[in-house]
């Protein structure tokens, strides 16, 4: 299984960014597809996550209203929509997989760096 993270970069406080994860390996109709973040010197932190069959999405408290979790089944990707980007938003982005039944996640992407200035 590969995840492929990308579509990080630099934008100013309150700007957009989209970021991808292409998955390939296997199917993923019952695993959800994660995204997590580590900002400098913290723990990696949940960010959100979809059920890759049902499309259902969960959010941490911290973003919701601001970020959104797509997935397209076609390009087997998954997206993370980020709006009204903060500099406390600064991190590195991950994207991990696991089976909906499992309390792990077992699959993870390289990551992908957002840096937000203010």
């Known amino acids: 299984v590969q995840l492929q993270a990308s579509g990080g970069g630099l934008v100013q406080a309150g700007g957009s960014l989209r970021l991808s994860c292409a998955a390939s390996g296997r199917t993923f109709s019952n695993y959800h597809m994660g995204w997590f973040r580590q900002a400098p010197g913290k723990e990696r932190e949940f960010v959100g996550r979809?059920?890759?069959?049902?499309?259902?999405?969960y959010y941490a408290d911290f973003v919701k209203g601001r970020f959104t979790i797509s997935r397209d089944n076609g390009k087997t990707t998954v997206y993370l929509q980020m709006n009204s980007l903060k500099p406390e938003d600064t991190a590195l982005y991950y994207c991990a997989a696991k089976p909906t039944f499992s309390s792990e996640y077992q699959y993870w992407g390289q990551g992908t760096l957002v840096t937000v200035s203010s």
């Open positions: 979809i059920n890759w069959s049902s499309g259902i999405t």
